[in-house]
């Protein structure tokens, strides 16, 4: 194990996607004692999904639209603020945010602080000071771009992507000099291979993703043009393999009948070279997705046995509800194992890639199909997991909902959304709404789970205490005993929680925790805009998921950082 030096610079710590921190003075021996150390207030109450990051003693936040970043000095009592810096973008995105006005988070890389605007520009900013260094404008919104993801920077590259599903929108990954913003290359989600960048160094492992062209042909014509596949989510990167790992999300428009084929390179992930941007292989989730199962969510990589042998894989748990172990060097698929109840497909076949799906629950004009499980934000959305190289279980924070879908035609006007479908999502069997599980990727199956009443929207932090963390929508923040899931600590913030908690060193060598509060997203959508839940149809149909929630919790933008008190062993 490596020593942890008390920072946190990347959304998920390391380049692998962790989210681990090395750092162990909280035990699940002392962690009841945990109080907090101070608190900051972002002053806009709407999804507080951001992480905290720390490097050079001061802490570093952006806040949801209209994104304005701060710095809190952590060497003076009580964390004061350094600076802020306001990037004034442009009021109008508001209108092409898909699920509230969220922002994921900052990275930091020699003294400089990058981040995504709401209005498609990616800033860097002096750490010091809190100037602007550049700006880049990347996207428009106009055609119905947005950008709420944290970037990674990698060999002096910051990565972005943009969001915009929702909305006809064609998906990009961009690659800017650290130092100048210039965009150095720009790989695109659907269209001809040139513009995906694919060339002699791809080889995927599937027949069914081999030929020249499919981002065009598996589409009907021209719709590639407007077919989603944005690049929202998490990115990771293998240094030694020098290969970048992202997902891609949801083809447009959601009604599956107005684009026959696989729609190709949506819903999957790729590997990329970070240097050139030229992919080298990729691999397909949800081929002609059915229900919005983007292919965002993290790709965690690990090192462990598999069949006997020690294997390069990564772990990512699935909108379409299978847990993938993939071969990260070849994009062979190890195993995928449901790890939730699912019924739009029956399975993985291993030998071809290909999901299995159920005809039964494909969308289908003038029908309402009903028990479609997992539902449109999948047995997991955005929300972060964690991996624990010592208790080698990756801590999933999930869901536990399905939804009835009605779809109709939808007609493309740039910069309104292009969805064509209707769904009412519900609670899934047992009626609890959210999953917090303790996943073993050698057994293949939960190690341990944790139900809990709302959708866990937060995401999952893994230390070497032997703790985890996660926050729930109702406002609790929660450690467990990372062997056995045991609740050992709680504490109730003053609004729900779907930020992603982190851990670092202090200048007084003491271990905080920090989390911020604050809900929204999709799921938190009903309190932070502050819907009418009447309408079931509200935030995509996430509303009559979510009806009660309005009376559990209140809109919030507060950060809570936590500590154990002064001598505490
Ligand atoms: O297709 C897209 O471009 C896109 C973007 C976003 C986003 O940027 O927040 C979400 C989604 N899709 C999405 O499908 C989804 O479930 C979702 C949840 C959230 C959230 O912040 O809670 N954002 C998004």
């Not at 002699?200 to 030929?211: E, I, Q």
């Not at 684009?259 to 691999?283: H, L, M, Q």
């Not at 997991?385 to 109709?408: E, I, M």
């Amino acid at each position: 194990q490596t020593p942890d030096d008390g920072t946190w610079t990347m959304a998920a710590r390391n380049f692998e996607g962790h989210r681990f921190s090395g750092l162990d003075q909280v035990t699940p021996g002392n962690v009841a004692q945990l109080k907090v150390a101070f608190t900051f207030d972002t002053g806009v109450p709407k999804g507080q999904e951001s992480i905290t990051l720390v490097a050079d003693n001061t802490m570093f936040i952006v806040g949801p639209f209209p994104n304005v970043l701060f710095a809190l000095d952590l060497t003076k009592p009580g964390a004061p603020l350094k600076w802020k810096f306001d990037p004034k973008p442009d009021a109008s995105s508001q209108g092409v945010a898909c699920c509230d006005l969220v922002n994921r988070g900052a990275a930091y890389a020699d003294g400089r602080v990058f981040f995504n605007t709401l209005d498609n520009q990616t800033l860097a900013v002096d750490a010091k000071t809190g100037a602007e260094l550049w700006r880049a404008k990347l996207g428009d919104i106009k055609l119905g771009e947005s950008m709420t993801m944290a970037p990674l920077v990698v060999k002096n590259k910051v990565l972005v992507g943009n969001s915009g599903g929702e909305f006809g929108v064609r998906g990009w990954l961009a690659a800017l000099d650290a130092a100048t913003g210039k965009v150095l290359w720009r790989a695109y989600s659907t269209g001809p291979d040139k513009d995906v960048l694919i060339g002699p160094n791809f080889k995927p492992y599937y027949a069914s993703d081999r030929g020249a062209d499919l981002g065009v042909k598996t589409w009907p014509p021209d719709a590639w043009k407007i077919g989603g596949g944005t690049v929202w989510g998490w990115l990771t990167y293998d240094p030694v393999l020098d290969l970048l790992y992202y997902g891609t999300a949801n083809p447009g428009p959601w009604n599956p009948e107005q684009r026959p084929g696989d729609n190709k390179w949506t819903s999957g992930i790729f590997a990329r070279k970070p240097d050139t941007g030229e992919a080298v292989w990729f691999y397909q989730f949800s081929p002609h997705d059915l229900h919005d199962y983007d292919g965002v969510n993290e790709n965690v990589l690990v090192d462990t046995p598999i069949a006997g042998a020690n294997r390069k894989v990564l772990l990512h748990p699935d909108r379409n509800g299978y847990m993938y172990v993939i071969d990260r060097a070849t994009g062979q698929v190890l195993s995928a194992n449901p790890f939730v109840h699912v019924t739009t497909s029956s399975g993985v076949d291993l030998s071809t890639g290909a999901l299995r799906y159920n005809p039964q629950k494909d969308p289908r004009a003038g029908e309402t199909v009903r028990s479609i499980c997992p539902a449109s934000p999948g047995a997991k959305d955005w929300q972060p997991s964690a991996w624990s190289p010592r208790t080698k279980l990756l801590y999933v924070p999930h869901q536990n909902l399905c939804q009835d879908t009605v779809t109709g035609t939808a007609s493309y006007i740039a910069g309104t959304p292009y969805v064509g479908l209707e769904q009412k999502i519900y609670a899934g069997p047992g009626g609890h709404r959210g999953l917090f599980t303790a996943w073993d990727p050698v057994a293949g199956k939960k190690a341990w789970q944790v139900e809990e009443h709302f959708p866990v929207w937060s995401g999952a932090l893994a230390t070497a205490g032997d703790l985890v963390f996660y926050g729930t929508m109702d406002g609790w923040f929660k450690a467990l005993d990372a062997r056995s899931g045991k609740l050992l600590w709680r504490f109730k913030t003053d609004s729900g929680i779907i930020g992603q908690p982190m851990s670092y060193r202090g200048p007084d060598g003491r271990q905080y925790i920090a989390v911020m509060a604050g809900v929204g997203g999709w799921a938190g959508a009903v309190v932070s805009g502050s819907m009418d839940t009447r309408d079931a149809t509200g935030a995509s149909g996430f509303a009559n998921a979510m009806r009660d929630l309005q009376a559990a919790t209140k809109a919030g933008s507060k950060l809570y950082v936590f500590a154990l008190p002064e001598g505490t062993r």
